[in-house]
């Protein structure tokens, strides 16, 4: 067999380094994909997260309710807090409250369980 020539050779290492940049640039934008994905993937969890939770308003006034909305609710922009069913339930017990009429959380809360509140057994 005969050796290629010079420019023979010169020629496919050309090719062969076409390729791996070619080849780079696919893995790349392969891996700008996955992170794309990966910070929606982390945007949905936290998003589902609040869905699944409640917020309370407290009242501004004495006069004035307690309102409880959805999670994700716009409505009660400054929350903090994101508790679940039974939390609500237990935190406003005894507590002058409405749901919010955007968010209508009370569907969600209904028949919510709680944990029965041991009595006080004393000292
Ligand atoms: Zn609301």
């Known amino acids: 067999m005969s050796e290629s020539s010079l420019p ?20 790349r934008a392969t891996i700008r994909r996955l992170e794309k ?3 929606e993937w982390d ?3 936290a998003v589902a997260w609040r869905e699944r939770r409640f917020t309370v308003q407290e ?14 609710c716009m409505n009660n922009p400054g929350a903090r807090d994101y508790v ?3 939390e609500v339930v237990i935190m406003m017990q ?4 409405e749901g919010c009429r955007t968010c209508n959380p009370m ?3 209904r028949g919510t ?3 029965r509140l041991a009595p006080d057994e004393g000292a």
């Not at 023979?8 to 893995?27: D, S, T, Y």
């Not at 009242?59 to 994700?72: F, K, L, N, S």
């Open 8 to 27: 023979e050779r010169i020629e496919k290492h050309r090719a062969v380094a076409a390729w791996l940049e070619f080849q780079l640039g696919q893995e």
């Open 37 to 39: 994905e990966a910070v």
């Open 43 to 45: 945007r949905r969890k």
């Open 59 to 72: 009242p501004r006034h004495d006069e004035e309710q307690y309102v409880i909305h959805r999670g994700g």
């Open 84 to 86: 679940q069913a039974p």
């Open 94 to 97: 005894g507590k002058n409250v």
């Open 107 to 109: 569907p969600g809360l």
């Open 113 to 115: 369980w709680t944990p």
